[in-house]
């Protein structure tokens, strides 16, 4: 896809989003939830909606992986679904998420009875007139599985909210509470296969004993963040009547891109209320939630790796022995900068935008692009800024990952060994019913990561 197509199907799917949302909106039964759909739904629809790109892009992949795609224009409404219902839905189920997030984490001033009572009303209204849209507008051949799959979508947040509580926090790993409180049904849904041998590459940097939180973490943000988008890639095939073997390349990517991008919002959470920008959903006076919640992210996984001082600001904030406020949030900020523990998550993050592209195809350059934002977003700017970055360039830990990193984008590079011609005689029984092979770049970069 070039860079013409790349935007022409951005406006084609905006165009596509304003028109199921106002059939959306005929399905409203409150003047509450009119006003919060024109002041922040319908912007946000307008603008860069992430999820509803990725759904839009996805299902063109899989097109192309489907033999039978020359049935697709036969059906008008699984064309409607799958361009437009699907990224719309996704929009709508992030924002009512966003709501949910906004008061557990006390963002965007949800911190007073008031807000939280408008947020939790505005949320469960929106839900219910999801559920009527759905009803009235999906095809009766996809309605069961569109609501199967929105209902899994927002209960795996959920689960993904109550393990951060429960266990993904400072104060657990500190009073050495550490527990495993997945069912065991939900933990073998949780795949992370994509993404093993970057957690275990990321192990080697940490000590051991931060290892079984290093794993919750990655459960919990698969769960809260990934999940979505790995939603989205199994509803498209669902629709599109693909078996999950031939779309093993698609959903690797999807874990990969969703762990990559709530780890590059774990980074910049970091960036002090004086350097943060206001996005739609974060104001800056939001920097610092995890830090204040006592959330682990990576960052201070890696903070957590070196000795400190007891009077060093963040151990004084994780142990309340100060109070949270600017100077403290910019004091952290500082901290995490010049530990060089920042610096090590954002190259981090980058491996793992490098793996999640050695799983997509050439022609896929829209998805490729979306992960350019490991490498350089609005948020990364005061942390790559920083006088302490050009420290933290000579150190072995950044010629490691830089050296990785270079080695990863040359596996891509690299077509396949060419097939021996004794072996293509059996090529049925290769074949037969087993999975779709990787790429072959994703073979070379997860052989990479496993040295």
Not at 24 to 47: H, I, M, P
Not at 355 to 379: G, M, Q, T, Y
Not at 426 to 443: D, E, F, I, K
Request: hydrophobic residues 40%; aromatic residues 10%; positive net charge.
């Amino acid at each position: 896809m070039n860079l013409d197509q790349y935007k022409q199907m951005h406006v084609q799917t905006n165009r596509l989003l304003r028109r199921e949302y106002q059939v959306f909106c005929s399905y409203s039964r409150g003047t509450v939830v009119d006003r919060w759909a024109a002041s922040y739904l319908l912007v946000k629809l307008e603008g860069r909606p992430a999820r509803a790109y990725f759904a839009r892009a996805m299902s063109d992949w899989l097109l192309g992986l489907k033999a039978s795609w020359c049935r697709w224009s036969q059906s008008v409404a699984k064309k409607r679904l799958v361009e437009a219902q699907i990224p719309f839905l996704f929009e709508l189920v992030i924002s009512i998420q966003y709501l949910h997030n906004q008061i557990l984490d006390g963002k965007a001033g949800v911190t007073t009875t008031d807000r939280i009572a408008d947020n939790l009303l505005l949320a469960n209204l929106l839900k219910e007139q999801l559920y009527r849209y759905i009803d009235a507008e999906v095809a009766p051949a996809y309605r069961q599985v569109v609501t199967q799959h929105i209902r899994q979508c927002f209960e795996w947040v959920d689960l993904g909210q109550q393990l951060e509580r429960l266990t993904n926090n400072y104060r657990h790993l500190h009073q050495h509470e550490l527990r495993d409180v997945l069912p065991d049904g939900l933990s073998q849904e949780i795949d992370l296969t994509a993404i093993q041998a970057f957690i275990q590459k990321t192990k080697q940097s940490l000590p051991r004993f931060l290892h079984q939180e290093l794993d919750h973490y990655f459960q919990r943000i698969y769960l809260t963040c990934a999940a979505l988008f790995v939603t989205i890639t199994q509803l498209n095939a669902r629709v599109l009547g693909m078996a999950k073997r031939q779309v093993r390349a698609p959903l690797h990517f999807s874990v990969c891109y969703g762990i990559m991008r709530q780890l590059v919002n774990d980074n910049a959470d970091w960036v002090s209320t004086q350097e943060t920008l206001h996005t739609q959903e974060k104001l800056s006076t939001d920097a610092g939630s995890d830090l204040r919640n006592k959330t682990l992210t990576l960052p201070l996984f890696f903070w957590l790796a070196e000795p400190h001082s007891p009077s060093s600001s963040i151990e004084q904030l994780l142990h309340d022995k100060q109070a949270w406020n600017t100077q403290a949030a910019k004091a952290a900020f500082t901290e995490i900068i010049e530990s060089h523990a920042l610096f090590k998550a954002v190259q981090h993050t980058r491996i793992l935008a490098e793996v999640a592209v050695s799983f997509l195809p050439a022609e896929r350059s829209d998805l490729a692009r979306a992960c350019e934002i490991a490498h350089w977003n609005k948020f990364l700017v005061p942390v790559l800024r920083h006088p302490a970055y050009a420290d933290f360039r000579q150190t072995p830990s950044h010629r490691r990952t830089k050296q990785l990193i270079r080695q990863l984008r040359r596996a891509r590079k690299q077509g396949p060994a060419p097939t021996p011609a004794s072996a293509w005689g059996n090529w049925r029984s290769r074949l037969g019913a087993s999975a779709s092979p990787l790429p072959h770049a994703a073979q070379s970069a997860l052989s990479l990561l496993r040295r």
